[in-house]
């Protein structure tokens, strides 16, 4: 009897042993994955590195203008920014793969695809990763950093492509870390983000003074032939040259549809494009920045907040997009909280861009929004109703004036006009 009791105590003794080492075990391996993430290998970075296309068209000027900005400096701070799928990187890959930025930064031209550096502590890894510096276990990966560039003074290009990762989770440790590497003289960078403005407080040079424009039709056409691979386009060319303007020249989108053109005829594509939009670009079955235009959209607009989502959804409703902001905006959404902050944000995520005093919207983003968000947009409706009528009300001059007056507002009042209609 006391035998049977003596195992079956040993027995439950064992058992709890096992589960409590199963648990530990669990535990440990819990930590190893967190340990895991945090090395980033040399692998990690070269297979978020992309190639330099060959097919790369109407950038000479930015390029030129980056490449004169990056090598007649001491120290440089380029920024290029604009919306997503607009051509940034493909920008930066060619100013870095210049002649003369070669030369002038033959042995330190490093690539940071800082998608896979979200992080004030990752970014600094996968610097000091790039740099080949060894920091041994408990040694200040900073220190080592900063003894690194003491000793190497020789020039040095950090390129920080999509900077808006790390940048949007850590701005002041990030402008931190920025601020360390601009201390040393020999440090010049190029950052590479969907925004408006270069992050923090360095003095960053806007390639193009601006946002990165959309292609002119021209080169868009050329982008397009080269890559669908199209060699007669001339009977064509109407239907092309329709699908390039729907898609307002944005080089991911052109990219995407002439991959479709390789297979698919161009009557057909129109068609799918004027049913599915931007469901139509996208590459495969695979989701990526640079495989659909949605996704790639969609890395912006997950950032909002509501009223973000809503304004921008606004926007986008609006097909002559908001003329004359800064004086209509808060006039044609009365009542609407934060409108100041929520356009900001819009334009510094590049949703939106301001151009001759009005906001207005790629067309893959405005289909996006309109197509597959599906943001209810009827609070707005009846301010931007009363808006109208009383501006329309209120226009004076001759005949020709207020037609000048009312034309770049036309589409909006056609619009709303129709939507209350219908509903
Ligand atoms: N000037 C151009 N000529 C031909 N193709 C281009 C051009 N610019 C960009 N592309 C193509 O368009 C796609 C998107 O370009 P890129 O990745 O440079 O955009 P991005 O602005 O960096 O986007 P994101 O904001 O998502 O990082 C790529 O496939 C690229 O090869
Ligand atoms: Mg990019």
């Known amino acids: 009897m006391f035998n049977t009791k003596a195992s ?17 075990k669990k535990i440990l391996s819990g930590i190893a994955k967190t340990h895991d993430q945090l ?13 330099v296309s ?30 997503g799928g ?22 330190a031209s490093y690539f940071l695809p800082c998608e896979v550096l979200p992080d004030a502590k990752l970014l600094l890894q996968g610097i000091i990763q790039r740099l080949d510096i060894r920091a041994g276990e408990g040694e200040s990966q900073y220190k080592k950093l900063e003894e690194h560039l003491r000793v190497n003074i020789q020039p040095m290009l950090l390129i920080l492509d ?69 060699q007669d386009l001339e009977q064509e060319k109407h239907g092309v040259a329709t699908i390039l303007i729907e898609l307002d020249c944005v080089p991911l989108a052109i990219t995407l549809i002439a991959k479709r053109a390789r297979t698919s005829p161009l009557k057909s594509l129109l ?35 509501p009223q973000e989502t809503e304004l921008l959804a606004v926007i986008c409703f609006l097909p002559d997009g908001v003329p004359d902001w800064v004086e209509n905006l808060s006039e044609m959404l009365t009542g609407w909280e934060q409108l100041d902050q ?10 939106v861009y301001s151009k001759n005093e009005t906001i207005k919207v790629l067309a893959p983003i ?8 599906h943001t209810d947009i009827t609070r707005a409706i009846t301010p931007l109703g009363s808006f109208y009528a009383t501006w329309l009300k209120h226009l004076s001059g001759t005949e020709q004036a207020q037609q000048n007056q009312i034309q770049p507002h036309i589409m909006n009042i056609t619009k709303i006009f129709i939507f209350n209609q219908e509903n």
């Open 271 to 305: 068609k799918m494009w004027q049913e599915g939009k931007t469901k139509t670009l996208k590459q495969g079955n695979t989701d990526g920045r640079l495989t659909s235009v949605n996704f790639s959209i969609e890395l912006s607009t997950r950032l909002l907040k």
């Open 162 to 230: 999509n900077f808006e990762t790390p940048w949007n989770n850590n701005p002041v440790e990030i402008e931190s870390l920025l601020g360390k590497l601009a201390s040393f003289d020999q440090v010049s960078m190029i950052v590479r983000m969907r925004g408006l403005n270069g992050p923090g407080s360095l003095r960053w040079k806007k390639l193009g003074s601006e946002s990165i424009p959309p292609l002119t039709l021209d080169s868009a056409k050329k982008v397009f032939s080269a890559i669908s691979q199209k």
């Open 366 to 373: 405005r289909e996006y929004v309109c197509r597959i968000q």
């Open 54 to 83: 060959s097919i790369f068209c109407g950038r000479d000027a930015l390029v030129a203008e980056g490449v004169t900005c990056i090598v007649n400096n001491n120290q440089a701070f380029l920024a290029i920014l604009g919306a």
């Open 8 to 24: 079956v105590y040993t027995w439950r003794a064992n058992q709890k042993l096992l589960q409590d080492t199963e648990n530990i």
């Open 86 to 107: 607009i051509g940034k990187t493909s920008i930066a890959l060619h100013i870095s793969n210049a002649a003369e930025v070669k030369t002038k930064y033959a042995k």
């Open 342 to 351: 929520s356009i900001n944000t819009l334009l510094e995520n590049s949703l």
């Open 39 to 51: 090395i980033i290998t040399d692998d990690d970075l070269e297979r978020a590195t992309p190639g």
